[in-house]
C-alpha cells in the first residue's frame, strides 16, 4: 500500500479528533463565561440577610430577595402538583399503547407542547386564569410553569419505560397480578430512576422561566403565601431590577442570578446522583 | 440422570450374567450327575429369561445413547454392556447346547470316567466369573490375566478331541456319545472365548484401550503404555 | 394410575388472522416432565401461552377451543386465577429488580394483596428456595436485591417465585437457552427434582436437553402436534417424517 496515503489518512484522523476535542472545549466556554461573569459580579451581594430579608425601597441600604425565594419555591409546588402525575401518566400511557389514534393524538399534543414557546403558554394562562379569577396569583404563575413541565416528565416516563424489558411486565402478569398493580407496583418503581430525573430536569428548567410569570405572577414586592394573590419570583425579580435604573437594584440583580444558578446546578447535580443510585439496570 | 441409568442397566447386566453362570453349572452338573430335571430346567426355563433379559438391556442401552449422547467413559460404557449383554446371551445359547447334549449322553453308559470335562468346565466357569468381577471391581488386571488364560482351555479342547479321536477310531459303538463329548467341550471353549471378549471390554471400557485382535504380546505391551 | 394436569381440546391460536395454533389436542399427565419441542417459531410458546391465559393479553390474539385445567375450563374463570395455578418460567431470568430476594420469593402474594403472617412468609419463602435448590447460597443475603446473583441463581430464584404460589403446574420457556452450560446442567437437575411435586411442561427447540430431562415429549410444526409419546420412545424410532427429519437436524 501507498505509504504516502497512509500518512494522509493517519493525518486525517488525528485533524478529525483535534477538531471534535477543539469545538466541544469551545462549546463549554459560554457556559464558564456565565458563570464567572455571575459570580464575579454576584458573589459579593451574598449574605444571609441577602436571602432571608425581603426588598426594601429605593435609597435603602440593605434588603433582601428572600421573597423571591419563597415565590419560586410556591410556584415549583403548584406546577409540580399536576404536572407530575399527569405527565407520569401520560408516558405510562404512550408506552403501553404505540398504536392507536388516542396514543397518537397524545404524542402530537406532548410534542406541539414541548415546542410551545414560554411567553405563549403565559398569555394562554393570562387568558384562562388571570381574567377569570380577576387578579395575578401564584396558582395562574403555578399552572403556567406546570404546563411547561408537562411534555418533559411525559417524555422521560416514556423513554424510561421504554428501555423496560417486557420480561418484568410479564413477569408480574404470570403471577396473576392484575394490569394496574403491575404497572403502579412493578414497572413504575423500577423507572423511578428515569422518572425522578425527569421531574427534576423540568423543575430546574421552569425555575429561571420569565417570559410566563409576567402575566401571571406577576410580581409582589411582599412575602406572600396566598396562592390567590400574586407572588414575586426570582426570574421575575432579576428582571425588574436588572431592567431598572438604579445601581443597588443592579447589585441585588446580579445576586439573585447566583442563586438562581446556583439552585439550577444543584438540581443537576442532585439528579446525577439520583440517576446514579437509583438506576436499574437491565 | 445418566448416572443413574447406567447404574441400571450394568445391574441389569450382572442379572444377566449371573443367570448365565447358574446356566452352565447347572448343565455341567446335569451332566455329572446325571439329573434330567436340572438340565431341562436350563432349557426351557433358564434360556427364555435368559433371552427377555437380552432384550431388556439392548433397548435400555439404545435408549441411554438417544436421550443422553453420553461421552468418553460414558459412552465405551454403554457401548461395552451392549457387546457384554450379546457375548451372554451366546454363552447362553452354549449352555443350552452343552444341557442338549447332556441329555442324550447321560441316558447312555460312559464312554469314559469324565474327569477332563469337568476341568475344563471349572477353568471355563473361573474364566467367566473373574471377567464379571473385573466389571464389577474395574480391575484391568484381572480383565487381562482371563485373556491369558484362554490358551490353557484351548489346550484341553484339544486334549479331549484326541482322546476321543482315538476312543472312536478303536471302537465305532462310542461314536455317537464321542460326538456329543466333543460338542459339549467345543461349546466349554467358545464360552472360554466370549469370557476373553468380555475381558477385552472391560478394558476398553475403563482405560481406552482397544487390544482385540491384536495378539496377547501386543495387548500387554499396549496395556503397559 | 396417573392422572391428568392440564387437557386442551382442539385448541387453536391466532395472532389477528394468522393461525399459530392449529387444533391441538393433548393430555399432560402428573408430576412428570412433559415437552413441547419443535423448531423456531413453530408454536410451541404461544401454545403454552394459552395454558396461562398470557395469549389473550396481546392485542388482536385470539383462541379458539378448550383447555382444561383438573377438569375446569379455565376460559370460564377469572385469567388471573388460573395465572396463580398455573405458574410461568421465562427465557431471560426476570426477577423483580426493586425488590429484595425474600420479596421477590413472595412477590405473588405481596403483589395480589394476599395477607401473609411473618411466619407463614418465611416458611413459604425457606420452602420455595429450597425446592429451586437455591435457599443455601442465598439465606444469608435474603434482604438483599437479587441483581448480584449470577444468571443461573436468578433463574432459580423465578423457579422459586413461581413455586410459592403452589401450582398445579409449572411452564418453563425455554428456561435455560441464556445461561451458561453449567447453569443450565444445574437446572436440568433440578427439573427431574421438581417433577415429583409439580407437573412441568418445558418449551425447547434443544433436542438434546428434550431428551435428557423429559419423561414425554410433544413434537410442535407449524402450529401442529405432528407427535406424542413417550421420549425413549420419539428419539430411537419416531412414528412421523417429520418429527424424525427434526430430530435428524434437517431442519429447525
Not at chain 1, 100 to 114: D, H, I, T, W
Not at chain 1, 224 to 253: C, M, R
Not at chain 3, 229 to 238: D, K, M, N, V, W
Request: net charge neutral; with cysteine; aromatic share 6%.
Amino acid at each position: 500500500m501507498d505509504r504516502e496515503r497512509v500518512k494522509l489518512r493517519i493525518a486525517k484522523d488525528s485533524g478529525f479528533k483535534v477538531f471534535v476535542i477543539v469545538l466541544s472545549f469551545l462549546s463549554m466556554v459560554p457556559l464558564f463565561l456565565i458563570l464567572f461573569y455571575i459570580m464575579r459580579n454576584g458573589l459579593s451581594s451574598l449574605s444571609w440577610e441577602f436571602l432571608t430579608e425581603l426588598p426594601k425601597p429605593v435609597g435603602e441600604a440593605g434588603g433582601g430577595i428572600a421573597n423571591a425565594i419563597v415565590g419560586s419555591f410556591l410556584l415549583v409546588v403548584i406546577a409540580s402538583l399536576p404536572a407530575i402525575p399527569m405527565g407520569i401518566t401520560a408516558g405510562v400511557y404512550l408506552s403501553e399503547h404505540k398504536v392507536g389514534r388516542l396514543s397518537y393524538l397524545l404524542r402530537l399534543a406532548v410534542e406541539v407542547l414541548q415546542g410551545t414557546p414560554s411567553i405563549v403558554i403565559g398569555i394562554i394562562a393570562y387568558l384562562w386564569l388571570v381574567i377569570s379569577m380577576g387578579g395575578f396569583s401564584a396558582l395562574s404563575g403555578g399552572i403556567a410553569l406546570g404546563i411547561m413541565m408537562l411534555p418533559v416528565i411525559t417524555r422521560a416516563t416514556e423513554e424510561t419505560l421504554k428501555l423496560i424489558p417486557d420480561a418484568l411486565k410479564e413477569a408480574s402478569l404470570a403471577l396473576g397480578v392484575p394490569y394496574y398493580r403491575t404497572i403502579l407496583k412493578v414497572i413504575l418503581p423500577a423507572a423511578f430512576s428515569g422518572i425522578a430525573t425527569g421531574i427534576l430536569i423540568s423543575i430546574a428548567r421552569i425555575a429561571g422561566e420569565t417570559a410566563p410569570l409576567l402575566f401571571t405572577a406577576f410580581g409582589n414586592p411582599f412575602m406572600n403565601l396566598n396562592i390567590i394573590k400574586p407572588v414575586n419570583a426570582l426570574p421575575l425579580l432579576i428582571y425588574n431590577y436588572a431592567t431598572s435604573p438604579y445601581p443597588e437594584w443592579h447589585s441585588i440583580a446580579w445576586g439573585a442570578s447566583c442563586v438562581l444558578v446556583g439552585v439550577v446546578l444543584l438540581f443537576n447535580l442532585v439528579t446525577r446522583i439520583i440517576a446514579r443510585r437509583w438506576k436499574v439496570q437491565f | 440422570m445418566l448416572e443413574e441409568k447406567l447404574e441400571e442397566v450394568k445391574g441389569k447386566l450382572l442379572q444377566s450374567a449371573s443367570l448365565v453362570e447358574r446356566m452352565i453349572e447347572k448343565s455341567i452338573r446335569g451332566l455329572t450327575q446325571r439329573d434330567e430335571d436340572i438340565l431341562v430346567e436350563v432349557i426351557e426355563k433358564d434360556e427364555p429369561r435368559e433371552n427377555e433379559l437380552e432384550l431388556e438391556i439392548e433397548e435400555t442401552c439404545i435408549h441411554v445413547i438417544a436421550r443422553y449422547q453420553p461421552q468418553a467413559r460414558d459412552l465405551r460404557t454403554i457401548m461395552m454392556v451392549s457387546k457384554m449383554n450379546n457375548d451372554l446371551e451366546r454363552m447362553g445359547d452354549e449352555a443350552v447346547n452343552i444341557s442338549e447334549s447332556a441329555l442324550f449322553l447321560i441316558k447312555k453308559p460312559e464312554v469314559k470316567p469324565l474327569i477332563d470335562i469337568p476341568k475344563m468346565a471349572e477353568e471355563t466357569k473361573r474364566m467367566l466369573k473373574d471377567s464379571l468381577s473385573s466389571f464389577i471391581d474395574e480391575d484391568p488386571q484381572l480383565a487381562m490375566s482371563v485373556c491369558e488364560r484362554d490358551d490353557i482351555v484351548d489346550r484341553l479342547r484339544d486334549q479331549i478331541l484326541g482322546e476321543l479321536v482315538t476312543f472312536m477310531a478303536s471302537d465305532p459303538t462310542t461314536i455317537e456319545r464321542s460326538n456329543h463329548l466333543i460338542r459339549i467341550s467345543r461349546s466349554l471353549e467358545r464360552i472360554a472365548d466370549l469370557s476373553t471378549n468380555i475381558s477385552e471390554d472391560v478394558i476398553y471400557m475403563i482405560e481406552g484401550k482397544m487390544i482385540k485382535h491384536g495378539g496377547f504380546e501386543n495387548s500387554k505391551a499396549a496395556f503397559e503404555t | 394410575m396417573e392422572s391428568t394436569v392440564l387437557k386442551t381440546k382442539k385448541l387453536s391460536a391466532y395472532f389477528g388472522d394468522n393461525r399459530a395454533v392449529k387444533d391441538v389436542t393433548l393430555s399432560i399427565p402428573e408430576k412428570m416432565v412433559t415437552t413441547i419441542m419443535g423448531p423456531s417459531g413453530c408454536g410451541k410458546t404461544t401454545l403454552i401461552r394459552c395454558f396461562n391465559r398470557m395469549h389473550e393479553l396481546i392485542p388482536d390474539a385470539k383462541v379458539e377451543g378448550k383447555v382444561f385445567l383438573r377438569e375446569e375450563d379455565i376460559y370460564a374463570i377469572n385469567p388471573m386465577i388460573v395465572r396463580r395455578r398455573v405458574g410461568m418460567v421465562f427465557q431471560r431470568p426476570n426477577p423483580f429488580p426493586t425488590m429484595t430476594i425474600y420479596d421477590n420469593v413472595i412477590a405473588g402474594y405481596k403483589l395480589n394483596g394476599l395477607e401473609l403472617s411473618r411466619t407463614e412468609s418465611d416458611r413459604i419463602v425457606e420452602e420455595s428456595l429450597g425446592k429451586a435448590a437455591l435457599w443455601d447460597e442465598v439465606k444469608d443475603h435474603l434482604r438483599r436485591k437479587g441483581t448480584f446473583l449470577s444468571g443461573g441463581q436468578q433463574q432459580r430464584l423465578c423457579i422459586a417465585r413461581s413455586l410459592a404460589m403452589a401450582p398445579d403446574l409449572l411452564l418453563l420457556d425455554e428456561p435455560t437457552s441464556a445461561l451458561d452450560p453449567k447453569a443450565t446442567a444445574r437446572i436440568e437437575k433440578l427439573m427431574t427434582e421438581l417433577k415429583k411435586n409439580v407437573t412441568l411442561i418445558l418449551v425447547t427447540h434443544n433436542i438434546a436437553q428434550a431428551g435428557r430431562v423429559s419423561d414425554l415429549t410433544a413434537f410442535l410444526y407449524l402450529g401442529e402436534l405432528v407427535e406424542f409419546g413417550p421420549t425413549e420412545q420419539l428419539h430411537t424410532a419416531p412414528r412421523d417424517k417429520r418429527t424424525e427429519e427434526f430430530l435428524r437436524g434437517k431442519f429447525g
